[in-house]
């Protein structure tokens, strides 16, 4: 009789054993949290938007001292995306079922610098250079992703799909400008010759803007709480520019002795002496005749119809998504 009391404990022992780890596999950790960082590349790459009044080309000139004319002898339209980057993430998670999830991703994103505009001009038969423009530009931002992921809920190795929206929360396009041109003038009746330098950043804000983002991806549990994951994203973002600022300037023209290239005199603008037109842009959808626009140019400086409000443009278009692959880990609470 002992002995079928002490079986009958035993079974029942094991019975609860097992009626345990069953509920604890159909119940799954609820809340998740998910470290991930990666690098995206251009799917769809589009033409630059322009960088002031140049657009987005590479071009070759040639000056001909002769006649005072310049001639392109090349180029081609600077094509590409400001979707390839790098991308770290911090995602919250929450598991409706054994299947479903629900989860929210906080994204730091930097892409890689696009060269956006260069001319450089050369005096003809030769490779002296006499004027260069360049331009490169990137993007930083920060975007909430929200979405669902869908999973068999195996134990081992659980594949996933994700899919859902892209937020915008903060971001700007930053383009930096380095232009350099040299000429001749004449003072108080003795010619001279000139040096122009200028570099100029700029910051691009955005209107607000939605995408979405879908992925496909592994998880692997390493620890009792623990998983790592991989998996393939794609983020379509499309951007349009909202109004621009001038967040530096040095402008720089040196007039030199050309017998022995001593400096005679230097001028020298800064930020400061910027008009509010040349220092602030608002992008519109249509330029029209009521449009702030310039009305000429003395070297660097740019004049408009009202200098002392901001000048308007023609809105551009840019797209900060791609396709891209991700690495990280997932804590289960």
């Known amino acids: ?26 119940s799954p950790s ?6 991930a960082g990666g690098y995206y590349f251009s799917v769809f790459p589009g033409q630059f938007p322009k960088v002031g009044s140049y657009e987005p080309h590479d071009e070759q000139l040639v000056y001909n001292p002769a006649t005072g004319n310049s001639a392109t002898v090349s180029e081609k339209v600077l094509t590409g995306s400001y979707g390839a980057g790098g991308r770290g993430g911090l995602s919250f998670g929450w598991n409706i079922n054994k299947y479903i999830a629900i989860e929210g991703t906080f994204n730091y994103y930097r892409s890689k610098t696009n060269l956006m505009t260069r001319e450089v001009t050369t005096v ?14 990137y993007v930083n931002a920060i975007d909430f992703a929200p979405g669902v992921s869908i999973s068999p809920g195996f134990a081992k190795v659980n594949p996933y799909v994700r899919f859902g929206l892209v937020v915008p929360l903060w971001g700007n396009l930053y383009i930096e400008t380095d232009a350099s041109r040299s ?39 390493v ?37 022995n290239g001593s400096v005679i005199s230097t001028q020298q ?8 037109a040349e220092r602030h842009t ?17 070297g660097a400086e740019v004049s408009y119809k009202d200098d002392n409000k901001p000048a308007n443009d ?14 990280g880990l997932r804590f289960r609470f």
């Not at 609820?30 to 470290?35: E, G, I, N």
């Not at 003072?187 to 607000?208: D, F, I, S």
């Not at 994203?233 to 017998?259: F, G, W």
């Not at 608002?282 to 003395?298: A, C, E, F, I, M």
């Open 124 to 137: 003809i038969n030769t490779t002296q250079t006499v004027g260069k423009v360049e331009s490169h530009g």
């Open 314 to 327: 023609l809105k551009s278009y840019i797209n900060i998504g791609g396709l891209g692959g991700n690495l």
């Open 223 to 259: 620890a009792k709480k623990m998983d790592i994951f991989v998996e393939a994203e794609y983020r379509n973002i499309p951007v349009r520019s909202k109004e621009k600022e001038v967040t530096s300037y040095d402008e720089t023209v040196r007039v030199l002795n050309p017998a």
């Open 30 to 35: 609820k809340f998740y949290l998910k470290v």
């Open 269 to 276: 603008r800064g930020l400061d002496d910027l008009s509010t």
């Open 183 to 221: 000429g001749q003038a004449t003072v108080g009746g003795q010619p001279v010759a000139t040096q122009l330098t200028v570099h100029r950043e700029e910051k691009v804000k955005p209107n607000v803007t939605l995408g979405f983002q879908g992925a496909m991806g592994v998880a692997f549990p």
């Open 282 to 298: 608002k992008y519109v959808t249509t330029l029209d005749q009521s449009s702030n626009t310039p009305t000429g140019q003395s």
């Open 1 to 26: 009789m002992k002995k079928s009391a002490a079986l009958f404990c035993a079974l029942c022992a094991i019975v609860s054993t097992q009626t345990i780890k069953a509920q604890e596999a159909s």
